[in-house]
């Protein structure tokens, strides 16, 4: 009987470690969308979203792998930790019911696996659980230099995010003497049913190519409506390319509010090129700088806004 109560503990270690390891895995790809998670929940600035999601992931994994091996630590200080960021992360999630609703997902497990706040807070409750008792009645490995190999893979796991996913440039592709004009007159077709309200040759804008179906596109998207709310005056347009239905593409990006005009495939791709999301800079009708959804910076569209001299 004791052997078997042993080994149902080393089982639920396994179980608690595997949860962590999973969650902190599907928050990897792409790492830009828990990012935008944290920009939109949590009101934090890009860069230190960008910051906190690498350590945050770092951490979940270094708790994951730890548990997942029973490696506790110096008492069970990796139990504990594991203790107090799910007590941390059930406030934000009460947090996040009260504010947005329970019909919304929480981000635990990226977009592998929907889960409400609600749904979450059960499953934290039970992990909970099963760490008090471990902690209660379960030791883990313990040698002489245990508690220094948790702390080694502790600081590995945190800068191996660092390694994987460097902190991107936030500078577009500024174009120099490679400007070009860019022929927008497919916009305003005669005849054409959704025509920009604004002359989009006149002045500066930015202007982003989508394909409702591409995955870089929906990030870009998300992107550019959290920029959005954070400065209503950046003067963003939305083309969206094909005939899908594109429903699914506001669902995804919350950005059904962003000025948008459809163009069909070929002229489409006359004005993106055949890699998406195309993301450009206009100046009076010239692509001045170009940009993706990792490099796309406020503070660098805000900067050149500003600017009157062309770079």
């Known amino acids: 009987m004791r052997l078997i109560y042993k080994y149902l503990l080393i089982t639920l270690s396994v179980i608690i470690g595997g949860v962590f390891l999973y969650s902190a895995y599907t928050k990897l790809f792409p790492i830009q969308r828990f990012e935008y998670t944290m920009v939109d929940t949590v009101h934090l600035p890009w860069l230190v979203a960008a ?8 951490f979940e994994a270094t708790l994951g792998i730890l548990i997942l091996t029973h490696f506790y630590g110096y008492r069970k200080w990796v139990l504990k930790a594991a203790l107090a960021l799910l007590i941390f992360f059930s406030i934000y999630l009460i947090y996040l019911w009260a504010t947005q609703g329970n019909n919304i997902n929480c981000g635990c497990f990226g977009d592998d696996i929907w889960m409400s706040p609600f749904a979450s807070l059960i499953k934290n409750i039970l992990l909970i659980a099963g760490i008090s008792l471990l902690l209660r009645y379960h030791h883990g ?12 893979v502790l600081v590995a796991l945190l800068i191996l ?10 500078q577009p592709e500024w174009l120099g003497k490679n400007k070009y004009l860019l022929d927008l007159s497919a916009l305003y077709a005669p005849g054409k049913k959704d025509p920009p309200a604004t002359n989009l040759a006149t002045g500066k804008h930015i202007i982003a190519f989508f394909s409702p179906t591409c995955t870089h596109c929906q990030m870009a998207a998300y992107k550019m409506h959290l920029m959005k709310i954070s400065d209503t005056t950046l003067p963003f347009f939305f083309v969206i390319g094909g005939t899908h239905d594109i429903q699914t593409f506001w669902d995804k990006t919350h950005a059904s509010g962003m000025p948008f ?24 009708d010239t692509v001045v700088a170009k940009a993706n959804y990792v490099t796309l910076s406020q503070q660098q569209i805000e900067n050149w806004l500003i600017n009157n001299n062309k770079k």
């Open 141 to 152: 490995w313990r040698f002489p230099k245990s508690n220094m190999v948790s702390f080694g």
């Open 261 to 284: 005009t459809r163009l069909s495939q070929d002229p489409f791709i006359h004005l993106a090129g055949t890699s998406w999301p195309a993301i450009y800079f206009i100046d009076n």
């Open 161 to 170: 995010p660092f390694i994987l996913f460097a902190l991107p440039s936030t």
């Open 51 to 58: 910051l906190a999601a690498r350590l945050f992931i770092g």
